[in-house]
């Protein structure tokens, strides 16, 4: 039984709660969202934040593999963040490779294999490297899956997988009455990751209450969780706390629960 203490965002009171160690959710996929706000609070620049939220990421990457997590997807740069400005772009890619660089040994020793969906081979050749060489390093650990969500667009995934099913089609491999959800399911950039593919819960750091294009297809029957806070200040209690609210829901995917 994994027990944490909780304090109660409106009354501040403190309990210790426990978590259901049969109910952890198998695929956890969190937005990483207010790092900017989180340094401009501290009249520090933007880039502070992206730095204290790199720390986060090793912080709950462990706590999430010791929970007995299988899937952590993790949203690090979207396809649309490339309207930020360029010393800001140009920060945030060369983030993954200060974290791989520092963190596959720990993450090999954890047994955890790093994953990466998105547009790759849009980004600069030393981050492409980067993930490239993690990928490769951690290739034999039978843990938790970390998936990275790097340049990557929801919309933009099922367009890529929708062309891909029509060119099976065009060659005459596929025919358009096959093509059902299973099969588009398969053709994701989450389709390696087999019954594992889509979330249980979502996390969504800053209090944004929005998707911003993140695994529109997987969140199908999602459960979702707000929270406040910045994501620099998310640690193992947060992530406890995310996971106690899954805990208390009751998913019936449409049906009727017992
Ligand atoms: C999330 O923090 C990180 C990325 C989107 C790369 P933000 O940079 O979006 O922080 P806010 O939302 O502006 O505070
Ligand atoms: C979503 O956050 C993308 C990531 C966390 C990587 P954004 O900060 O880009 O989303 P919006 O612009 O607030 O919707
Ligand atoms: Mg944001």
Redesign the pocket.
């Known amino acids: 039984m994994f027990s944490f203490l909780n304090k109660d965002q409106q009354t501040g009171e403190v309990a210790e709660l426990q978590l259901d160690e049969q109910n952890i959710p198998a695929h956890i996929a969190i937005?990483?969202?207010g790092n900017?706000r989180w340094a401009q609070q501290r009249h520090l620049p933007r880039i502070a934040g992206h730095k204290q939220g790199m720390n986060t990421v090793k912080t709950v990457a462990m706590a999430a593999s010791h929970l007995g997590v299988k899937v952590l997807t993790l949203?690090?740069?979207?396809t649309?963040?490339w309207k930020r400005p360029t010393a800001e772009v140009n920060y945030l890619m060369k983030l993954p490779v200060d974290f791989f660089g520092t963190f596959v040994p720990d993450l090999v020793k954890n047994n955890i294999r790093v994953k990466v969906m998105g547009y790759t081979d849009q980004l600069p050749a030393a981050t492409q490297k980067a993930v490239h060489d993690a990928i490769e390093d951690t290739k034999d650990c039978t843990g938790m899956v970390l998936n990275f969500?790097l340049n990557y667009g929801g919309r933009a995934e099922i367009v890529t997988a929708v062309q891909s099913l029509a060119q099976q089609v065009q060659a005459g491999q596929l025919a358009p009455a096959a093509i059902d959800e299973d099969r588009l399911s398969q053709q994701l950039m989450t389709g390696d990751l087999g019954e594992l593919r889509d979330p249980d819960l979502l996390i969504r750091t800053?209090g944004?209450e929005?998707l911003?294009?993140?695994m529109l297809w997987q969140v199908a029957y999602s459960e979702f969780v707000f929270m406040d806070l910045h994501?620099p200040d998310f640690d193992q209690t947060t992530l406890e706390q995310a996971i106690y609210q899954y805990q208390q829901r009751h998913r019936r995917f449409g049906g009727l629960t017992n």
Do not use: K, P
């Open positions: 937005i990483m969202d900017g949203y690090a740069f979207s649309e963040n969500a800053s944004e929005r911003s294009n993140f994501w």
